[in-house]
């Protein structure tokens, strides 16, 4: 019964967090802007599928995206098979990698707007891309669950940092007037990197193994954050 009462508790868990999504409500000032304005909703005179946006600089952003979502969970379905039959850590050694991981990225994020005051959402968000590489990398290199907790603490920081820096850095280049259509790109891009980059890890498990996959994921993590650096 141990796992069903971890799964159980993950269920109680997401259902609480919806109901208090649920709870959130927009402050009456920006329902009143939002109705006044009639750019904020869906036009009458503009197209279903908003392919102009794709035209404009907005593209290559997404482009960008697409490749950092794509990398980011090539690691998804090699991380468990790996910790499991290559390095043989035990649930316990896993739980205590996984605390590491989300201490260290609740800390981080504590970090996250004074770095975006000094350095700028665009500068957080390619640095924090780029050592984002290291989480996969270090796991590869692991021989025992001694550079997987190293992972586990530096990948936790960073991604405290890359994760508030994607959504700021987004927000930062979409139109206020425009943010429904622009969103919707960018969600279309963000479920295709989804299964791209879950099916592409599992391939590389057949066709090189499992710890050569995370080196090449890492190395395609840090590819997408010089394409942050070229179109973000």
């Not at 069903?4 to 000032?29: C, E, K, N």
């Not at 009639?38 to 035209?55: E, F, M, V, W, Y």
């Not at 508030?164 to 280049?173: A, D, I, K, Q, V």
């Amino acid at each position: 019964m141990n796992y069903q009462i971890v799964f159980g508790i993950g269920a109680v868990g997401a259902a609480m967090s919806t109901f208090h999504l649920g709870r959130i409500h927009p402050p009456p000032a920006a329902v009143a802007a939002a109705t006044s304005n009639p750019q904020t909703g869906l036009s009458n005179h503009k197209p279903l599928i908003r392919a102009d946006l794709l035209r404009s600089s907005f593209g290559p952003l997404l482009l960008a995206y697409f490749c950092f979502y794509a990398s980011q969970h090539i690691p998804v379905p090699l991380n468990p098979l790996f910790r499991v039959q290559v390095l043989h850590l035990s649930d316990g050694e896993i739980g205590i990698g996984n605390t590491m991981f989300y201490a260290t990225m609740t800390a981080a994020s504590m970090l996250l707007p004074r770095l975006t005051a000094r350095y700028g959402h665009r500068k957080v968000l390619i640095v924090g891309s780029m050592f984002y590489s290291a989480y996969p990398l270090l796991t590869g290199l692991a021989q025992d669950s001694t550079l997987f907790w190293a992972a586990s603490l530096s990948g936790g920081v960073v991604w405290g940092l890359t994760n508030g820096g994607l959504l700021n850095r987004l927000m930062e280049r979409v139109p206020a007037n425009d943010r429904p259509a622009h969103m919707a790109w960018h969600n279309v891009v963000f479920n295709l990197g989804i299964l791209g980059g879950s099916l592409l890890g599992a391939a590389l498990s057949h066709w090189v193994g499992l710890r050569y996959g995370l080196l090449i994921a890492a190395i395609l993590r840090f590819a997408s954050g010089l394409a942050f650096l070229l179109w973000a």
